[in-house]
C-alpha cells in the first residue's frame, strides 16, 4: 500500500529541529516579556470575511493564497494566513481595547497556498507583537528597539538590515496613488502583466516589483514621502530620531509599501542577503485604521510579524545556534537482572525518585530489556551525562553504579539512599 505523506509545503519538525525551535521561541518570549508584552492564544480557523475585511479583497492573500472552505454548516470559514486580523477579533471580542493600552504577542502556524521553496511554505509559523492605544511614535521605535535587541542576543544583526518608510495618513496616501496611477497609465505598455493588472487593483504593490524594468520606470515616478501628510511627517522624522538614538541603524526605503490593505503611516521590514529571495524575516507597520474598518471603536495599532522558518534557516546559515541545546537525557537507567521484572520494578523506581527530588533532571529509564552492552549503547546515544546500573549484585545490596558516559571520571558504587546527593554533585561539575 502507498505509504501517506505530509501535505505539500507543510513540514514536520523532528527532535533534532524542535530543539532549535524551542531555543528561538525561548529567546523571543523572555525578550517580548522585558518588554512587558501578554501573551494572547486565538483559533487556527476564522471566519472568512475576516480575512476579507481586514487584509484587503485585492491582496495576493486573498486573491489566491487563502485556505477557504465550507465547514458542514456551509459556513465559509478560513485557516488564518496571518494573526493581526484575528488578534483585533480577539481584543474586540472581549473589550480589551476599551479605554486601555495593550501590548501582546502571540505565536502559530500560519496558511497560505503559495509555491513552496527555501523560506518559503504552505504552513509556515510567526511569532507576532502589536501595541493597542498607544498613538506616537514612540511606541513604533519600541517595536523596532525590540526586534534589534532581539537579534542582538541571538547574533544575527549584523546580517539584518532595517528598512523602513512612512504611508502617511489615508488622505496622503490617497493622492500619492492618484498621481502614480497617472504616471504608469501614461506608460502602461512599458509594465509586466502583473503590474499592468496591479495598475487597477492596487498600484502601491506596483512599487514593490522586482522586475527591473519597472524598477527603473519607477525612478522618475511621484514619490510618496512628497505626499506626506504633516503629521505622518513628523510621526516619522520623530521615529527615525528615536532610532538614532537608541544606536540602532535603519535605511528608509520610499518605495517599501507592505502587501496587505491596512497599514498607514510607520511600515518597516527586517531583510537579509542570507537567504536569497526570501530575505524578509520580520515585517509590520502601524495599521491605525483596521480597528474601525472591523467594526470597532476608532483606535490606534501596530504591530509585527517574524517569520521562524526564515529566522531558523538565518541562525543555521550563520551557525549562531548555541552549541549545548539540551539533549533528551541527562541521566539514563540501566536495568538488567536474573529477575528481570525485580530489576524493572526497581529502575521504575529510581527513575520517580530521581526526577522528583531533582527537578528539571532528564531521566530516561531504558524499558524494554536486552544485555547491559546494548542497553548501556542506548544510554551513550542519548547524550546522557551519566548512567545508573543496576544489576543482580546492585539489587540485593540496594546499590547503585554511578557510571560517567562523558569521560568525567570513574564510576562509583553508591548506597541507593546517597544518589541524589551524589548525582545532584555531579551534574553540576
Ligand atoms: P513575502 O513578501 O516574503 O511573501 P509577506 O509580505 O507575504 O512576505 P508577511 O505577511 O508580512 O509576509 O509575513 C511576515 C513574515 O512571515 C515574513 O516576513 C516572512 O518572514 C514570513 N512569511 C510570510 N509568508 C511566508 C511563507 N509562505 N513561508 C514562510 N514564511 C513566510
Ligand atoms: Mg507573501
Redesign the pocket.
Known amino acids: 500500500m502507498k505509504k501517506i505523506q505530509a501535505i505539500r509545503g507543510m513540514n514536520d519538525l523532528l527532535p533534532e529541529q524542535s530543539a532549535r525551535w524551542q531555543y528561538l521561541e525561548k529567546t523571543v518570549a523572555d525578550c517580548v516579556a522585558s518588554y512587558g508584552y501578554q501573551e494572547i492564544r486565538f483559533p487556527i480557523v476564522e471566519s472568512t470575511d475576516l480575512f476579507k475585511r481586514s487584509i484587503g479583497e485585492v491582496t495576493d492573500i486573498v486573491e489566491k493564497e487563502m485556505y477557504t472552505f465550507d465547514d458542514r454548516n456551509g459556513d465559509s470559514i478560513t485557516l488564518r494566513p ?1 494573526g493581526t486580523a484575528s488578534c483585533v477579533r480577539a481584543c474586540e471580542q472581549h473589550g480589551l481595547l476599551y479605554n486601555q493600552t495593550q501590548r501582546l504577542w502571540y505565536t502559530g502556524p500560519m496558511f ?1 497556498y ?1 509555491r513552496p521553496q527555501k ?3 504552505r504552513q ?1 509559523h ?1 511569532i507576532g507583537v502589536e501595541a493597542y492605544g498607544m498613538p506616537g511614535p514612540d511606541i513604533d521605535a519600541e517595536l523596532l528597539l525590540l526586534t534589534a535587541s532581539l537579534w542582538r542576543q541571538m547574533g544575527i544583526l549584523d546580517a539584518l538590515t532595517l528598512e523602513i518608510n512612512s504611508l502617511g495618513s489615508n488622505a496622503a496616501r490617497e493622492s500619492f496613488k492618484a498621481a502614480l496611477v497617472d504616471y504608469l497609465s501614461e506608460r502602461k505598455d512599458q509594465l509586466d502583466e502583473d503590474s499592468q493588472r496591479r495598475l487597477d487593483s492596487n498600484p502601491l504593490r506596483i512599487l514593490d516589483s522586482k522586475n527591473p524594468d519597472t524598477q527603473k520606470l519607477l525612478d522618475a515616478a511621484p514619490s510618496l514621502s512628497d505626499y506626506l501628510d504633516d503629521e505622518s511627517r513628523a510621526h516619522f522624522e520623530q521615529v527615525q530620531r528615536l532610532l538614532t538614538e537608541a544606536g540602532v541603524p535603519f535605511k528608509v526605503n520610499p518605495r517599501l509599501v ?2 496587505l490593505d491596512y497599514y498607514s503611516k510607520t511600515v518597516f521590514e527586517w531583510v537579509t542577503d542570507k537567504l536569497g529571495a ?1 530575505g ?4 509590520g507597520g502601524r495599521y491605525d485604521g483596521l480597528i474601525e474598518q472591523l467594526g470597532g471603536k476608532p483606535n490606534t495599532a501596530v504591530g509585527f ?3 521562524v ?2 529566522l531558523i534557516l538565518l541562525l543555521e546559515a550563520l551557525d549562531k545556534f548555541p552549541t549545548s541545546l539540551p539533549n533528551a537525557a541527562d541521566i539514563y537507567i540501566v536495568a538488567a537482572s536474573n529477575d528481570a521484572n525485580a530489576a524493572q520494578c526497581a529502575a521504575a523506581n529510581m527513575a520517580e525518585r530521581v526526577r522528583a527530588e531533582l527537578p528539571g533532571c532528564r531521566v530516561v529509564n531504558h524499558c524494554g530489556g536486552g544485555s547491559f552492552k546494548s542497553q548501556l549503547k542506548k544510554a551513550d546515544r542519548s547524550g546522557a551525562a551519566f548512567a545508573l546500573i543496576l544489576g543482580d549484585q546492585e539489587l540485593e545490596q540496594a546499590k547503585v553504579l554511578m557510571k560517567p558516559l562523558r569521560g568525567q571520571g570513574e564510576q562509583q558504587l553508591l548506597e541507593q539512599a546517597d544518589l541524589v546527593s551524589s548525582l545532584s554533585n555531579a551534574l553540576e561539575d
Open positions: 496571518e497560505r503559495e523560506g518559503r511554505l509556515f510567526q507592505r502587501g526570501q524578509t524575516v520580520c515585517a510579524a517574524m517569520g522558518e526564515r
